[in-house]
Nanobody, 124 residues
Framework: QWQLVESGGGLVQAGGSLRLSCAAS????????MGWFRQAPGKEREFVSA????????DYADTVKGRFTSSRDNAKSTVYLQMNNLKPEDTAVYYC?????????????????WGQGTQVSVSS
C-alpha cells in the first residue's frame, strides 16, 4: 500500500518561514525522486522542487530558488521543504509527489504518486 502524507502547512506573514514534511510509505520512497508541486486557485499545478534518490541532487523553480530548500531523510522515508522569506505569491496548496524512475523531472506527468496536499497561506 502506498501513501504520501504532507504536513506543516499553515498561515504565515510575508517574510516568515514554514517547513513542510511528506511522510512516504517505504515502498514508494527508496529509489524514487521526490518532488514538490503547488497549485494556487485558478492556476495549474506547477513544479517547485525535486530531490533525487542516492545523490540527493536538487532542482528548484526559479521563483523559489534561494528561498526554498528540499531535503530527504531516507531512514525516515520523509522529504522536507524548508520555505524561507515567504511571499504572498507562494500561497497555494503544496503537494508531495514520487517518481519511481528517479528522473529528477520538473514535469508533473513524470510522477506516479501524489499526496493530498497541504495549504500554505502567506499574508502581506
Amino acid at each position: 500500500q502506498w501513501q504520501l502524507v504532507e504536513s506543516g502547512g499553515g498561515l504565515v506573514q510575508a517574510g516568515g518561514s514554514l517547513r513542510l514534511s511528506c511522510a512516504a510509505s517505504r515502498m514508494i520512497f527508496s529509489g524514487y525522486t521526490m518532488g514538490w508541486f503547488r497549485q494556487a486557485p485558478g492556476k495549474e499545478r506547477e513544479f517547485v522542487s525535486a530531490i533525487t534518490y542516492g545523490g540527493g541532487n536538487t532542482d528548484y523553480a526559479d521563483t523559489v530558488k534561494g528561498r526554498f530548500t528540499s531535503s530527504r531523510d531516507n531512514a525516515k522515508s520523509t522529504v522536507y521543504l524548508q520555505m524561507n522569506n515567504l511571499k504572498p505569491e507562494d500561497t497555494a496548496v503544496y503537494y508531495c509527489a514520487a517518481d519511481r524512475w528517479n528522473s529528477g523531472s520538473r514535469s508533473r506527468n513524470s510522477y506516479q504518486y501524489w499526496g493530498q496536499g497541504t495549504q500554505v497561506s502567506v499574508s502581506s
